[in-house]
C-alpha cells in the first residue's frame, strides 16, 4: 500500500487534501436540521498508538512519501500534522450543493491566502454579507467557495467550505453563531454524544434517503440511523457502532441479518489456512440489542491489531 501525503501551493486544494482531523465535534458549529455528519479528530489519531506503528511499518516497508509534504513545510511553515486541528463535514441532504465543510487549522494557514491569486480560476467574490473566496471548482465547472474566520484570540482559524452559496452562508452564519445549531436542537434528527478517545464519528439520520443504497439490501431497509465512532483508549482501539430501526421487530431483524454475517466470517476463519489473527478480530466483535436500537462493539489492543493486520496482509499477497 503505496501512501502519499499530497500538499498543494494553493489554498483551494491544500485544504481539501489535509489530512482529515478535529477536536471533539462542536455540535455548536453544525446546523440544527443537519441529516448527517463526519468528523475526524487529527491530533487524536496522530497520538494513537495505532498511527504512530502504523506509520512505522509502512516507513520500514519504504511505502512512505514525504516529498510534498517536505515542500508545505519549506514553502509555507505548514505541518499537517500539526496545523491541521479538526475537519468536519455535515449536510442537510444526499447532494454535494446540501453540504458544508469546516476544517479547523492553526493560524499557520495564514501563509497561504496571499497565493490565492495564483490558483486559476480564483475570484473573490461577495456572498450576502460576506467577502469570500470562490474557486472553478478544480476543473469540474462547478465554483467552490471559501471563507476563512479567524477566531479572535485562540490562534485559530476555521475554514468554511461549500459548493452552494447558501449553504456557504448558512455554515458561516452557525459558526459565528448568528444561526442555531445542532447543541441548541429541541428534537433532533441527530444525537450524537461522542465517546472519550474517539477520533472517527459518522452518524446519519433516515440514512436510506441519503444514500444511493440497493434497495434489497436488509441493513438499508431495516435501519433509520447510525452512529459510528472509532478511537483509541489506552492502547485500546475500539469501534461502536449504534443502528437504531423504525420498531423493535425491525431492530430484532437487524440482529438477526448482522449475526448471520458473523456467523458466515467466523466459519471462514475456521478454515486451517487463514491466519489466527484474522479469528482473533472476528471474535472481538459484539453484538446488543436492546429495544429499537442495535449495537456492535470492538475493542482491540493497538499492537496486536497492527500484527495482525500485518499477517492478513501477507495471507492475501500469497
Keep these: 500500500m503505496k501512501i502519499k501525503l499530497a500538499a498543494h501551493a494553493a489554498l483551494a486544494t491544500a485544504l481539501l487534501a489535509l489530512p482529515l482531523a478535529a477536536d471533539g465535534l462542536d455540535k455548536r458549529q453544525v446546523a440544527p436540521d443537519a441529516r448527517w455528519v463526519v468528523h475526524l479528530d487529527v491530533q487524536a489519531i496522530v497520538g494513537s498508538t495505532l498511527f504512530k506503528m502504523a506509520l512505522a511499518a509502512a516507513e520500514a516497508e519504504n511505502e512512505v512519501d514525504w516529498g510534498d509534504l517536505d515542500e508545505l513545510r519549506r514553502e509555507f511553515g505548514i505541518d499537517p500534522f500539526k496545523d491541521a486541528l479538526s475537519v468536519t463535514l455535515w449536510g442537510t441532504g444526499k447532494s454535494e450543493r446540501q453540504a458544508v465543510v469546516l476544517v479547523e487549522t492553526t493560524s499557520a494557514i495564514d501563509a497561504l491566502l496571499p497565493r490565492l491569486t495564483e490558483v486559476p480560476g480564483y475570484r473573490p467574490v461577495q456572498v450576502g454579507a460576506y467577502a469570500v473566496h470562490s474557486f472553478d471548482g478544480e476543473g469540474h465547472g462547478e465554483r467552490a467557495f471559501g471563507y476563512v474566520h ?66 434489497t439490501s436488509q441493513v438499508a431497509r431495516l435501519a433509520r440511523s447510525l452512529v459510528l465512532e472509532v478511537g483509541e483508549d489506552r492502547e485500546t482501539v475500539f469501534a461502536r457502532l449504534a443502528i437504531e430501526a423504525e420498531d423493535a421487530e425491525k431492530a430484532r431483524q437487524l440482529t438477526d441479518v448482522l449475526r448471520g454475517a458473523m456467523a458466515l466470517a467466523t466459519l471462514f476463519t475456521a478454515n486451517e489456512n487463514v491466519p489466527p489473527g484474522l479469528a482473533d478480530l472476528v471474535h472481538a466483535v459484539r453484538f446488543d440489542a436492546n429495544g429499537t436500537v442495535v449495537r456492535a462493539d470492538f475493542r482491540y489492543n493497538a499492537r496486536d491489531l497492527i500484527e495482525d493486520l500485518k499477517e492478513l496482509e501477507r495471507y492475501e499477497d500469497r
Design 150 to 215: 479567524e477566531r479572535t484570540g485562540s490562534g485559530r482559524r476555521t475554514i468554511v467550505l461549500a459548493h452552494d452559496k447558501d449553504m456557504l452562508v448558512r455554515g458561516i452564519d452557525v459558526v459565528l453563531g448568528h444561526a442555531p445549531n445542532l447543541a441548541q436542537a429541541t428534537n433532533p434528527g441527530l444525537r450524537v454524544t461522542p465517546e472519550p478517545g474517539s477520533f472517527v464519528l459518522v452518524a446519519a439520520d433516515r440514512i436510506h434517503e441519503l444514500a444511493h443504497m440497493d434497495p
